[in-house]
């Protein structure tokens, strides 16, 4: 009797053993791929759109990172929503001004003129190791100037 009461108390001891381990590191195994896609659309928003939206010109450029597991990332930049895309996984960030993706022209334009070519540009994309440039500038709208926000994707 004391041989299969000690056995089973080892066994329940090396189960709850390798319940507390994996606890403690177990947690690395998994990835929250998700998670770590929407820390990618909160730090190109605080690292990019939030400081070129403060008031003044400025040009910023920010590369596409990996997921922490290495994984490919897709970036998609359009109006006033950014995505993040890597195998089944995605999450989407609404940015707090609209972020226009085509290049910008020495133009006096209108609230109409705007709407038609923000309508006509495609989204921008970017990948792991691209780079996003937002620039801001101020710009001729409606009469007044504007600071308006621009995207491009570069090499």
Not at 21 to 30: R, S
Not at 126 to 154: I, K, N, P, R, Y
């Amino acid at each position: 009797m004391d041989f299969v009461v000690s056995k089973v108390s080892m066994s329940i001891l090396a189960l709850m053993t390798a319940t507390v381990l994996y606890g403690i590191y177990g947690g690395d195994l998994m990835t929250d791929a998700e998670g770590d896609l929407k820390m990618i659309l909160a730090r190109f928003s605080d690292e990019t759109v939030a400081p070129a939206a403060e008031g003044a010109e400025s040009t910023i450029s920010w590369e596409v990172p990996a997921l922490p597991g290495g994984g490919t990332v897709w970036g998609v930049v359009g109006g006033d929503i950014v995505e993040a895309h890597s195998g089944s996984d995605s999450a989407v960030l609404q940015l707090p001004v609209e972020v226009h993706t085509w290049a910008r022209a020495a133009i006096v334009l209108n609230s109409t003129m705007l709407e038609s070519i923000d309508a006509a540009s495609p989204s921008l994309r970017a990948c792991t190791g691209q780079h996003l440039t937002v620039s801001s500038a101020f710009v001729m709208l409606d009469s007044s100037l504007s600071l308006m926000l621009f995207a491009e994707a570069g090499p």
